[in-house]
């Protein structure tokens, strides 16, 4: 439950505590942009079954350092060198082992070999298969739309595949003829369910018609498949989405779970007697509440919540122990982040702990070696082990706790000859007296009692998380650079934000920009009062809802000098009628801007353009669907049309966050450029 206090108190108070505790060798060398460009992500660690070896992906900057690509590397559980498996320019990614370890699939959108021409350069995504010892890849599948997920059978011949239907050809052939009007329906991404022989290559596709499939599971003797379906591919539907089993020789799919809110994800129990999914149980579609670890049996019948008094969202995919005896998910916890282990009788309890950022959870076939991603403020993200009590004692109240985590791969060694940026929580009293906590980054070489330039940062969501991970990620903002021209850094997680449980990430819902705008600012006053801050050098910035927030910000306040405005919902009207999830803004308002336009207006910052004074760039991708580029044009002319200093970047080709190198470098130009123009007139 969430902890509400009286505001009696007139001036704030603001404790502190390091977040980070990884040891660490800092180096002295300033970070650059080709620094924070270079940094390689590690994802997707998959355990072999016998446990001997991790497969994971590694995304990194290509040859010609104008995109990223990702490569699948190889490292042993055991300790020694990592190596790349599978690279190709064309990137490769998504490995999963077959049950016996001879083989290890992925996922690729490198051509056929002997394709050559046009088709070579069509080349789609599809399934490739490579001896975890070395040898050459080769292809398994050839559907005829691009490949997003697949999964091994339990007996290793069978793999069952999601894949994109592809355009008819009609539709091919009226664009060609440049006769191709459309409507939206036309051109929805169906996703459809297929099985394929590992032998003979055949595959046949199993789901057809208005039946989108989402996450799916192949029953432990091969002859079913579980999976969750939604009416069409649009992301308000996933809120709507329920669980059906299909036989593996074909059929109408059949029923299971049918219900409100989104059931998902679903996980088929080693011994097939369950089916464990991911759901909001029967509540309303709304995009900020719980979602829970949930099971019903693989004959049907009532689901069960199993994680009803775990406060905080499940995340999937769920991961079962070998007995089915429980099952494994991550989540957030506050600023750090766990892997947790919950029993079928419901009681649950974390396997990892301690400030860092765990998840990403695999384990082998035996559930006693555990791999899952970890970082900190001054680590990057890499894959790391441990071992787990054998199921036998893990089922004791009194089991024994897991040995030390032991990092296994080290993707980024040069960070060590660079400045280290370690994050301290901070926490302060909010509106009401609740307590909200963030994260302060010092500038290198801080002395206490010093007060410097504060850069605020607001995160997305809005029930996204500031966590304690490595302050150099992500990528678009360059926080090094900030910090070595001098600036502290603040991420606040204000009500809203996950990691805090339903309640508080509820607790803006048709409230955006009033408590929410209430607890940053009490925490910006904090670290003023703190004697850290320099008040009349602060500068506010924020993606996504970090950019409603900001452009918020600036409509409320004068006190800060300068503000990037990036990717950001200005009016909540036109964003829902544009946006690729419509839903959203019906969600957190309880209405439509048709039903309560009032509502709509009053938290959208256009509609307080008028009271803008601080010098603000307003950042946006062209292609972003999330939040439409209009989102930005809105923006942007009224400040224009105020005479408020202004400018707007576009970022050609980029979705909702930008993407391509050249491009982030761009960014990390201009935002440091424009902050320093106006926040300390450099």
Partial sequence: MLRRLAPCLAVLALTTAPVATAPVTAGDKPWTSDDILALKTVSDPRVSPDGKAVAYVVESLNAERDAYQTDVWLVPTAGGEARALASSTAGDDTPRWSPDGRWVAFLSERPRPGVTGDEATEAKRQIWLIRPDGGEAVPLTSAPGSVSAFEWSADGKTIGFLAREPKSEERRKREKDKNDAWTPSELYPWSRLWLVDVATRAARQLTSGALHVGGFSLSPDGQRIAFSGQDTPLIPDSFRSDLYVVDAAGGAPVPLVARKGPDASPAWSPDGKLIAFVSQDGRDEEWYTNSFACVVAATGGAPRNLTVAFDEEVGGPLSWTPDSAALVFSALAKTAGHVYRVSLEGRVEPLTSGPEVN???????????????????????????????????????????????????????????????????????????????????????????????????????????????????????????????????????????????????????????????????????????????????????????????????????????????????????????TADIPEFARSYFRSWPWDDPAAYVEHSALFRAGNVKTPSLVVHGDRDDRVPVTQGWEFYNALRARGVPTDLLILPRQPHGPREPKLLRTCHEWFLRWTEKYTRGR
Avoid: C
């Fill in 359 to 577: 998840g990403g959870a695999s384990l082998d076939r035996t559930g006693e070696t555990l791999a899952f991603l970890r970082q900190d403020s001054v680590t990057p993200r890499e894959v790391w082990a441990l071992r787990l009590p054998r199921a036998a004692a893990a089922k004791s109240r009194r089991a024994a706790a897991p040995e030390k985590p032991r990092a296994l791969t080290d993707t980024n060694p040069q960070v060590r000859e660079l400045i280290a940026f370690p994050k301290e929580l901070v926490t302060w009293k909010g509106a009401d007296g609740w307590d909200v906590e963030g994260l302060l980054v010092y500038p290198p070489g801080y002395v206490k009692g010093t007060r410097v330039p504060l850069a605020l940062n607001v995160h997305g969501g809005p029930a996204g998380t500031h966590t304690n991970a490595f302050t150099p990620a992500p990528r678009v903002w360059g926080w090094p650079l900030f910090a070595q021209a001098g600036y502290a850094i603040f991420f606040p997680n204000p009500r809203g934000s996950g990691g805090y449980g339903e309640t508080f990430r509820a607790a803006n819902v048709r409230d955006w920009g009033v408590k929410d705008y209430e607890d940053i600012m009490k925490g910006v006053d904090a670290l003023v009062e703190r004697g850290i801050a320099d008040p009349d050098r602060l500068t506010v910035n924020g993606w996504s809802y970090g950019g409603f927030m900001t452009s918020t910000v600036v409509t409320r306040t004068d006190r800060f000098k300068s503000a990037i405005v990036g990717a950001a919902v200005t009016n909540l009207a036109s964003f829902t009628g």
